[in-house]
């Protein structure tokens, strides 16, 4: 088996936090592999999260009517994206699996993850109009969600306040890394380690550290093939939905066909 | 009727853009029918995105395992919260509508907007661990949600390629606004006007212009009052799942109960 690399995208202030104790889990565990583990610690590296013109090396296209996606796809091409952009989707291309490790803020990343999610994953790098979910760009590698949440996991259910944790994956699991083409491992959800004791949260890394070493062989989610929806409207083909009519379940979480969510269909693998 | 003030938090970086369009024409409805009308022009403002300790002003109570929401609360307490963010939450402490207006990126608002979230909704201002959902600290407030997608409608879809937006909308109106205790107008969603001709996009914005009208006494989304759930586990209570045992659809998109979800249950009032 060849050395696989790794990028951890990491977004903690600081580096007493049980996010870091996860991280260094990851850098440790996988070296010991012989993986070759890279970190992109957003907050250390004081990581620019506002998509702007200044992300474009030379003169915009249409100054006028500045269009983000339609600016930094020219400038990829071109070779003129900023250099913290440019080093982020260096490290991207030689990993072979992404981890993005951060404390859930508000059902979501923190901004300054999302603003490495905005400018790092350009269209024409990572996805174009005809090469997105299967045929995604970045369809060789895997890629993996591993946070923690204030909330206990009880609340996160499809009976509790916060709702299903499937559902609040879907954006971001199928929308970011699924689009993209990734390789979508299932999220390693630490449950409120901050109201945990030390031993708990002891236990939660060790559990970590256990997953870690199988990691690399791990099944991935199973999504939907891009050649099961029509290319013009982006609909499940007849067929395919006639092929499903007599299931219990939709195919995913936001694919559901008016049925009942598939259970754990974002957490875990052939769900 | 006393006359309302509205906080736009508005997240584009040109000023030729459709949503700075579809700004605009909240700003001169609004204005018009006698409402006070701010704008935070986040990309004009350079707001900081990233959640830091520099949002404190003085000493931080613990520097060593710095953990922003606990920080945070404490600033807010003793008025130690620097000035960008302190004016946002005075802009918001007037307003008695907040209309987020942003072209959707990767399925979520933009990580400068994600910024605003993170750094203006502060615990002890927005919410806190009691305070929360139906007794969230804004609830006096509505709020809506007013974007532009780069995809078709079609595609957000329950048999669409992106799947039901209806998911989509779930994390970030549950997860953010009702958590705060928002009344949560339905969205505004513009879709791909960068793909319609210049005819259908002034249309849309006609059609906004239209609703704009009638904005403020526009009925909310249906959320469930945070008295249905046990105070520990934050489980629906016995008697609330009894009585919803014979529904066809579930009680709310992420709260489902296994059922299917209730149709356009995050897009119109009453579902």
Not at 68 to 97: F, S
Not at 192 to 215: I, K
Request: proline share 5%.
């Amino acid at each position: 088996m060849m050395a696989k690399k790794v990028l951890i995208v990491f977004a903690h202030q600081s580096s007493a936090s049980f996010n870091a104790a996860a991280k260094s889990a990851a850098v440790e565990v996988l070296t010991a592999q012989g993986c070759t583990v890279e970190v992109s610690d957003l907050y250390a590296m004081n990581f620019k999260a506002a998509a702007t013109a200044e992300d474009i090396k030379g003169d915009v296209k249409d100054a006028e009517h500045f269009r983000y996606q339609e600016e930094t796809r020219l400038a990829w091409e071109e070779g003129r994206l900023v250099e913290d952009i440019t080093a982020e989707q260096t490290k991207l291309t030689e990993a072979d699996l992404v981890i993005f490790q951060f404390p859930m803020y508000w059902f979501s990343v923190p901004a300054i993850m999302k603003g490495w999610i905005d400018r790092v994953l350009t269209c024409g790098f990572a996805f174009t109009g005809e090469k997105r979910y299967s045929q995604g760009l970045l369809k060789e590698k895997k890629a993996m969600l591993s946070f923690t949440t204030g909330s206990l996991e009880s609340m996160f259910s499809s009976t509790g306040i916060n709702g299903d944790m499937n559902v609040t994956l879907w954006p971001i699991q199928n929308g970011i890394l699924h689009y993209c083409g990734f390789q979508v491992l299932p999220p390693q959800i630490f449950w409120a380690p901050s109201c945990a004791s030390p031993e708990a949260r002891q236990t939660m890394l060790e559990g970590w550290r256990s997953r870690l070493a199988g990691l690399l062989e791990e099944k991935p989610l199973s999504f939907i093939s891009l050649d099961c929806f029509d290319p013009k409207a982006f609909q499940l083909t007849p067929d395919v939905q006639e092929k499903h009519a007599s299931q219990e379940f939709g195919l995913m979480v936001g694919i559901h066909l008016g049925k009942p969510l598939p259970p754990q269909n974002q957490m875990k693998a052939g769900c």
